[in-house]
């Protein structure tokens, strides 16, 4: 690979649509070289606005000669057809989340890596780059407040599509805490419960809103996370890690403090993709970056399938009414890092 790395991208909806962008405007040593979608139209007006060639099939980019890495942002249930397929290629492959709806499908994406021999596969975990959140782990890692005992935290988004039911709660949004949680705490989870509070107004037929999860880990740690995706006032992420020796909370992105007409106060994010896009710029940033010298340093597939095997604990637990326990197998060899 050259100094400067040519990303293929399959889906050109929302997500993909702004790599595309951040690639091209604000990112370093990259550019699109060719982009994919089962909506020729919206593909073919990005290939003819950032100058890349056009592709019919995912498949057909994965192999393409000028592409040295590939970036999967469909829709889910084709994250796990085009993953394989550029692990299959044997090109590094940065794959929105969840890498397959179920942890069956990411289980078999990380077989086919370790058949491979290579890491090639990170997720959109892109939580993990926001700078808030790396300041809490930097805190937590000195060990100066103790040990982490408990984590309250909150999810809430204004409002959401019909599309959205009752599982994507933990399948969609809550999937991120669960991530961010294990790294942030350095620890995996032992148990998963979902509850369901009193129900808003604002939530359609299909969807059961707020829910509280509660998780457990090796450590002992206990955790509760509020999911309210009809919050109404703004995109809101909350999360407080209570230490032997102090509190410390995930800081709220500056922004200007306004006093006007009896009020005094500061802005709410709109939605996530302004509340975390300089989370998303670094991400792709450092996965840039780490493909041009040959490795994965960002979120994995064994990431992902620990994610994922909690979601579906969670999941169960929601839909039988009871504690499920997170039966995480061990961790493969591959991923073990150094
Ligand atoms: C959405 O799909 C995301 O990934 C956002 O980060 C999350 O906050 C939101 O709740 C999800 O619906």
Known sequence: MDNELRVGIVGTGMIGRSHIERISRRLHRCRVSAVADVNTSVARQMADEYD????????????????????????????????????????????????????????????????????????????????????????????????????????????????????????????????????????????????????????????????????????????????????????????????????LSLPVPASPTVVSNGWRGTKVAGGWSERFVDAYDRELQNWIDSTLRGQVDGPNSWDAYAASVTATAASESRDRREVVGVELPAQPDLYRRQ
């Open 52 to 247: 890349c060639t056009l592709f019919e099939k995912g498949e057909e980019l994965i192999k393409a000669q000028e592409v040295d890495a590939v970036i999967v942002s469909t829709i889910d249930d084709y994250h796990e057809q085009y993953a394989t397929a550029a692990i299959n290629a044997s090109k590094f492959v940065f794959c929105e989340k969840p890498l397959a709806p179920r942890s069956d499908g990411v289980r078999r994406i990380m077989d086919a890596e370790i058949e491979g021999g290579h890491l090639l596969v990170q997720i959109g975990f892109m939580r993990r780059y926001d700078v808030g959140y790396q300041q809490l782990k930097a805190m937590i890692d000195t060990g100066a407040y103790g040990d982490p005992l408990m984590v309250h935290c909150a999810h809430r988004n204004p409002s959401v599509t019909t599309e959205y039911v009752t599982s994507m709660a933990v399948e969609n949004s809550m999937i991120h805490e669960i991530d961010v949680l294990r790294w942030l705490l350095n620890d995996e989870f032992t148990t998963a419960q979902v509850v369901f509070p009193k129900r808003t107004r604002h939530a359609h037929a299909e969807l059961q809103d707020p829910q509280i999860m509660y998780l457990t880990t090796e450590q002992g740690v206990r955790i509760d996370v509020e999911a309210f995706v009809n919050c109404q006032y703004g995109y809101d992420i909350k999360c407080e890690v209570c230490c032997e020796e102090g509190i």
